[in-house]
């Protein structure tokens, strides 16, 4: 399984970013979907994950509302639409897959490279 983040950038404070993570290597559909985050000197951060099918999701209270998972099952593709963006989202964002869990479980087995977000004041 390949991840492969892209879409971060620079944004200012209360501005939208949207991120896509590409799955290649296996069948999409077996794997659900997630995002954490690790900002400098913190631990990583789970952020979001999403069902096999994109049924359901499940987010941590800290984007809960602000931010918004989903998958594109055509283009093997999974999103974080982040909107209201704060400093304290300034974080490098990972994609992540695992053919079991999901959910408050969710202990992925395959990791994106990581796309830096930086959100400025």
């Known amino acids: 399984v390949l991840l492969q983040a892209y879409g971060g950038g620079l944004v200012q404070a209360g501005g939208s970013l949207r991120l896509s993570c590409v799955f290649s290597?296996?069948?999409?559909?077996?794997?659900?979907m997630g995002w954490f985050r690790q900002a400098p000197g913190k631990d990583r951060e789970f952020l979001a994950t999403?069902?096999?099918?994109?049924?359901?999701?499940y987010y941590a209270d800290s984007v809960k509302g602000r931010f918004t998972i989903s998958r594109d099952l055509a283009k093997n593709t999974v999103y974080l639409q982040m909107n209201s963006l704060k400093p304290e989202d300034t974080a490098v964002y990972y994609c992540?897959?695992?053919?079991?869990?999901?959910?408050?479980?969710?202990?992925?087995?395959?990791w994106g490279q990581g796309t830096q977000v930086t959100v400025s004041s």
């Open positions: 999403i069902t096999w099918s994109g049924g359901s999701t």
């Open positions: 992540a897959a695992d053919r079991m869990s999901w959910g408050r479980a969710f202990t992925p087995d395959y």
């Open positions: 290597g296996h069948t999409f559909t077996t794997y659900a």
